[in-house]
């Protein structure tokens, strides 16, 4: 069902689409302290990288310094895609954050493409409107009154896209953007994700289970946020938002236009918690995955993945613990070495150097019993 005469609005710093791997909703920016230069290297530790250039080794890895990675990244929060990440190869999420922009311009390509597809299936049931934001409250206020507006069309059977998630796993906050949400013909709650690839074929069963991670993990916590387990008060806690700040006009001027008698992120905050819990709205029933061709558009495929509660919340513990700084971050298993013939990051691997790798193990298997 397609909806009329809905609007989105962005912010003009947080379009929603300038993140690296979907539809995240909120820039970096917001996710660090303002006053942060993520992990700088310093000049005095360097590691020989591609075509003899050298990079700079930075001074936590060196030992000099015990703060957690959550700390040393001055973040205050991660996103669904940095633990989907994480499932891949954690060392290699850790160097995207490590050392950042050494994005290779056809990945960038890649991911505009992406982008563009996501923007388009999402033009498709809203118009987007700009709207000048002057703090982090305000950038929170427009997620906030984008999710009023897509909970009332939830509650009238309607579908959504874009819906921003956030709730406190293992301590840490996770925030995200679930692609999509509708009811099916049997009334069952459907969450559908689209993954763009620039191949005409499905996805080894490596990058389908860390697909099958994130989708999970976005079930997970929208279900705690509809169940009333995730509070205003661990928002604010790990976000530092200031709800007693007013808005700014030009978001206060929207909000007024919707129908909501607000001045402040704390009134927008308690709104959105109230309809979250009084909507009954109801948990996911169903989990798919989209896989569609960027050249052409075009469905490769689809499939429906089984939530496994335990197993999943046994991997976030593991992977908050690296967060947290109880342990060390891992490389990947010596079968799947094959992951690392296409690292962007294999020159300068530390655990890539430690791991005994046979050449057949240097391409991907599709094993039967995952
Ligand atoms: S080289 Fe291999 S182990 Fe190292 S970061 Fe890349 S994928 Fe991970």
Redesign the pocket.
Known sequence: MAETGEEKTVSTEASGFSDMSDSEFLDLEDTQELSASPCKPSPSSELPGKDGKVTSLPKWKRGLDVSSPMERFHLKYLYVTDLSTQHW?E??MV?GKELPGSLAPEEAAVLDTGASIHLARELEVHDLVTIPITSKEDTWAVKFLNMLSMITTLQSGGHVREFPVFGEVEGVLLVGVIDELHYTAKGELELVELKTRRSPVLPLDAQRKKDHFQVSLYKYIFDAMVQGKVTAASLIHHTKLHPEKPLGPSVLKHAQQGGFSVTSLGDLMELVFLSLTLSDLPAIDILKIEYVHQGTATLLGSEIVSFEEKKLRNKVRHYMAYWVGHREPQ??DVEE?W??RT?S??DI?E??KGIRVHRSMLWPHTKKNE
Do not use: I
Request: proline letters at 0%.
């Open positions: 190869c060392q290699q160097y490389g990947v070495a992951k690392c690292c990051y294999a691997c655990w890539r």
